[in-house]
């Protein structure tokens, strides 16, 4: 069984910058792919950025430029550092995280969610 503990949102002015932190554990044998995303109030759930074990990144075009996704292997824990923050990008934070577990089966794990909120 894999736990996904997500830290980091909180209330900012636009402008402002956060960081996310999502730290996998259990029963871990490899991490194929690590990601973030979000959904605002009313509205999809929507793709923000993603990276894959050999550290190929993919980005919602909406964050290009603003937004960093980077992960540490040894903590099985990924980041989304958040900066120019605007109003639009309020919502609740996902991390999603593939892989396969010491028993060789494939996973797919979501975390709770982080709440950002952007004030004007």
């Known amino acids: 069984q894999v736990q996904l503990v997500e830290s980091g949102g909180g209330l900012v002015q636009a402008g402002g910058s956060l960081r996310l932190s999502c730290a996998a554990s259990?029963?871990?044998?490899?991490?194929?792919?690590m990601g973030w995303y979000r959904q605002a109030p009313g509205k999809q759930r929507d793709l923000v950025a993603t990276?894959?074990?050999?550290?190929?990144?993919n980005y919602a075009d909406s964050v290009k430029g603003r937004f960093t996704i980077s992960k540490d292997n040894a903590k099985n824990t990924v980041y989304l550092q958040m900066n120019s923050l605007k109003p639009e990008d309020t919502a609740l934070y996902y991390c999603?995280?593939?892989?396969?577990?010491?028993?060789?089966?494939?996973?797919?794990?979501r975390g709770q969610g982080t709440q950002v909120t952007v004030s004007s």
């Open positions: 259990g029963t871990i044998f490899r991490i194929d792919a």
């Open positions: 999603n995280i593939l892989g396969v577990t010491t028993s060789l089966t494939r996973f797919d794990s």
């Open positions: 990276i894959t074990s050999r550290g190929s990144t």
